[in-house]
Nanobody, 126 residues
Framework: QVQLVESGGGLVQTGGTLRLSCAASGRTFSVKAMGWFRQGPGKEREFVATISWRGDRTYYVGSVKSRFSISRDNAKNTTYLQMNSLKPEDTAVYYC???????????????????WGQGTQVTVSL
């Protein structure tokens, strides 16, 4: 099993920044990539970004590509999502996830991820 704990959510104004963190523990030797997903009010969960376990490959959904940055600190087993220029439509619960699969070009679907964090709320006000 892999345990994931997110932190860093909160309330921010439009144009503001937040950094989410996801600490992984347990059987992390089996993990191939980490991902961030989000679920807004009344919406389905959607892919946001993913990074390979080594941190050398990243992939983003188009709507965040120029504003968000995913990164890893391997020494701390922690994955980050730096979110800049936040918009009200970014309001959602953000989930960290881990996959043991190798996908090409990347694992973009929630059912490709076996392990999930509890989620952290991000609210962007006007």
């Amino acid at each position: 099993q892999v345990q994931l704990v997110e932190s860093g959510g909160g309330l921010v104004q439009t144009g503001g920044t937040l950094r989410l963190s996801c600490a992984a523990s347990g059987r992390t030797f089996s993990v191939k990539a980490m991902g961030w997903f989000r679920q807004g009010p009344g919406k389905e969960r959607e892919f946001v970004a993913t990074i390979s376990w080594r941190g050398d490959r990243t992939y983003y959904v188009g709507s965040v590509k120029s504003r968000f940055s995913i990164s890893r600190d391997n020494a701390k087993n922690t994955t980050y999502l730096q979110m800049n220029s936040l918009k009200p439509e970014d309001t959602a619960v953000y989930y960290c996830a881990a996959t043991e699969l190798t996908c090409v070009p990347a694992c973009l679907r929630s059912n490709q991820y076996a392990y999930w964090g509890q989620g952290t709320q991000v609210t962007v006000s006007l």
